[in-house]
């Protein structure tokens, strides 16, 4: 018997964050080492859905294996065999299985995507790519027969667009050529994403902490200074009410440093507001958090230093062998079916 699929991305951007750390990097790690006796794990670089925004092209190939780098000095285990690590383009079956599946869709299914519609009205020019992103992403899921795609809210449209795609195929070609994606609600089920923590801008404490933010001092960056980034930490907003509580509408900074002290203390929530609920020094708080985020980024820098990128690079190259296997596979049995191949 073969194992069932869990497929996810790492993204390939630079200049990931704490948030980015707590609320993707770790929850990720937990999969792995949750999962890896039981499902086929497949974590891949989307790096050719990376320029449908404009980017530094400079820095892609670098800013992909600097990531790894990171998710590895964080507890990715690279020596896993139940996970496959590989990019997106070093196996061409996805862009190739991405053009057949693009005359499946409907030019009016991808106009309702909320993604596109929201990204394309920040640009002055939006590409085509931009418009197919989804295609591309239901080429990755359905080229595997992945069940589990572990993803945020955001990319709920795209997962449900997957699933109809290859009920549509599998429908038109009378074949159960691409295995359906579970549904939405089995797909949180099986993530438990409500433990996925979602950290906010130090600064503006209702705006999710990104790099894009206006405020660089709301935002921590893992490869910041730490003692620079302590200090964005003490500049943290809070508010007028004297009190430590966790209310996430009325003290949203307070309870953005509560929830960043438990993580990174290893602490459960829960018992991080226990001990500091009703106390009144916002300075000792944001002292404390301060300390644990230097510590934090001194010792992850430390271990990102120890890498061995030739094991990384060993790891990669090898599963994409492996998994260009899998993939021309899956690939052979669609062009068979579309009638490119007897
Ligand atoms: N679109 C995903 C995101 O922004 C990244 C991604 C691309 C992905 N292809 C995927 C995630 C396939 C899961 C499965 O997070």
Sequence with gaps: MTKPVILTGIRSNSDLTLGNYLGAILPLIK???????????????????????????????GNTISNLKI?????????????????????????????????????????????????????????????????????????????????????????????????????QFNRD?????????????????????????LKNPKMKMSKSISDP??????????????????GATTDSVGIINFDLVKQPGIANLLQIIALLSGEPLNSTIAKWQGQTSYRQLKETAAQLVEAFLSELQTKIQAVSESDLLAKLQGDEIEVNKIANTKLYQVQQLVGLRN
């Excluded at 409500?194 to 906010?200: L, V, W």
């Excluded at 001092?217 to 980034?229: F, Q, S, V």
């Design 71 to 171: 998710f590895t000095a964080a507890g990715l285990d690279i020596h896993n065999t139940g996970s496959l690590i590989y990019r997106q383009s070093f196996v061409p079956a996805h862009s190739e299985l991405t053009w057949i599946l693009d005359c499946f869709v409907h030019f009016g299914e991808l106009s309702r995507m909320i993604q596109f519609k929201e990204k394309s009205a920040s640009l002055s020019s939006v590409s085509a790519g931009l418009f197919n992103y989804p295609v591309l992403m239901a080429a990755d899921i359905l080229l595997y027969d992945a069940k589990y795609v572990p993803v945020g809210e955001d990319q709920r449209q795209h997962l449900e667009l997957s699933r109809d795609i290859a009920i549509r195929f599998n429908h």
């Design 217 to 234: 001092t709301g935002t921590i960056l893992l490869n910041d200074d730490p003692k620079t980034a302590a200090n964005k930490v003490l």
């Design 31 to 61: 999969l792995q080492s949750k999962h890896s006796k039981d499902y086929q794990i497949n974590m891949f670089v989307p790096d050719l859905h990376s320029f449908t925004t404009p980017i530094d092209h400079n820095n892609l190939y």
């Design 177 to 201: 050529i691409f295995v359906v994606p579970e549904p939405w609600d089995e797909q949180l089920k099986f993530a438990d994403l409500s433990s996925g923590a979602r950290i906010k801008s």
